[in-house]
């Protein structure tokens, strides 16, 4: 049996590794936190202490992390990194939504390891991971994504393979961009909506009919309209994943005027302490 370790059990990694566990998959697992550990403990999983021991044996290293700087940490530090902890021939895949610059560096550690390194970074939130339907958008060799594919399926509804190395992140970057953008122009929609007389909520339910409004949006539409902004992805990282988005865009020569206005959009939420609700709170500019 292939064994698993997953890094990091946050929202979306403890969901995951559940889905993993219930289908009967070997799984060792890692968190900043451990105590956070111990309800998977109790489903079968192993615990380590450290991501290196984590990752001692695993054929699949799997993480989901916050950003390029958690990730750094957790694959690279000089004494509990999990990539010294790896095996040659083993699988990394790195699922957190990182910038290119990071996928570049994680897979050059990993050439010299040994170590094939697959950027597979997740399509979304957390009703989708608890019912194994998110989307792995996978950049790498074919003959690892392959690998790995009886893995991730049981967490997915798809799993795509996209391209070499590096082009999981900059899909996942391009599709957060593209629903950024698209929740500004929503929230912006509604609050003209709302000031002409027609109830958020009813304009909310309206535009479920419309085909160029997409289920997602249908979605947060009801929510800016209850003002119900519970975190399931929060301001704080989609603010995070445009600026990755726009940095990786210049160092190709590529302009994202749409992403950045969405950007100053959910850095103005930010600064107004709501960085760590729900998307949905762009609303609260417009109403």
């Not at 044996?57 to 989901?64: H, K, T």
């Not at 709302?194 to 909520?201: E, F, H, I, P, Y």
């Amino acid at each position: 049996m292939t064994h698993v370790a997953i890094l990091e059990l946050g929202a979306m990694g403890s969901r995951l590794t559940r889905v993993l566990l219930a289908a009967g998959q070997s799984v060792t697992v890692w968190n900043r936190t451990p105590d956070r550990a111990e309800p998977l403990r109790a489903l079968g999983a192993a615990v380590a202490p450290t991501p290196r021991m984590a990752a001692a044996g695993a054929d699949i290293v799997l993480s989901i992390l916050t950003d390029d700087a958690a990730a750094e940490a957790v694959w690279f530090d000089n004494t509990t990194g999990a990539m010294a902890g790896m095996r040659p021939g083993a699988v990394a895949v790195e699922s957190s939504t990182t910038s290119p610059r990071w996928i570049a560096r994680l897979g050059a550690a990993g050439d010299h390891a040994g170590v094939d390194v697959l950027d597979a970074p997740l399509v979304g939130s957390l009703p989708q991971a608890e019912a194994g339907q998110v989307i792995f958008l996978v950049g790498g060799p074919s003959q690892a994504v392959e690998r790995v594919r009886p893995v991730l399926q049981p967490m997915a509804s798809t799993v795509l393979s996209v391209g070499p190395r590096g082009q999981g992140a900059v899909l996942k970057l391009m599709v957060n961009s593209l629903f950024a953008a698209q929740l500004h122009s929503l929230a912006e929609g509604l609050g003209f909506l709302s000031r002409s007389g027609l109830n958020s909520a009813t304009a909310a339910a309206l535009l479920s009919h419309v085909p160029i409004v997409a289920p997602p949006l249908v979605g947060a539409a009801r929510l800016m309209a209850m003002g119900d902004h519970t975190p399931l992805f929060t301001v704080d990282l989609i603010e995070k994943d445009l600026g990755y988005a726009l940095a990786a865009a210049a160092e190709v020569n590529a302009t994202l005027p749409m992403a950045n206005c969405a950007r100053v959009g959910f850095q103005s939420v930010q600064a107004a302490g709501d960085g760590d609700r729900n998307v949905s709170a762009i609303a609260r500019l417009f109403v």
